[in-house]
């Protein structure tokens, strides 16, 4: 079940190969976040986000991150056309 919350994008943490590591801000405390900018985008600090927190609320396996899920106005890049190499 997907459950989600309202927050912002504070600090980018770490960075690898497709994703991102952020600290989001959500009613008063700071979250840790994982993105995937090849799906949503590259999140900025001061961006206003969504995460999907339904997995770790369930107790399921996250490691204790909650998942970008959209960041709202700022919809990401559609992907490239098939066949096209992957960027650099």
């Known amino acids: 079940m997907v ?3 309202s927050g912002t994008v504070v ?7 497709g994703a991102v590591e952020l600290d989001v801000a959500v009613e008063g ?7 995937y900018p090849a799906l949503v985008g590259d999140p900025q600090p001061g961006d206003r986000v969504l995460l999907n927190v339904g997995a770790l609320l369930m107790g399921l396996g996250t490691g204790g ?3 970008l899920g ?9 992907p490239p056309p098939p066949g096209t ?3 650099a």
Not at 11 to 16: I, N
Not at 70 to 78: L, Y
């Open 85 to 87: 190499p992957p960027a």
């Open 11 to 17: 600090a980018l943490r770490r960075r690898w190969h």
């Open 70 to 78: 959209a960041p709202p106005g700022r919809p990401p890049p559609d």
């Open 65 to 67: 991150a909650r998942f």
């Open 29 to 35: 405390t700071t979250l840790r976040a994982l993105a």
């Open 3 to 5: 459950r989600w919350r």
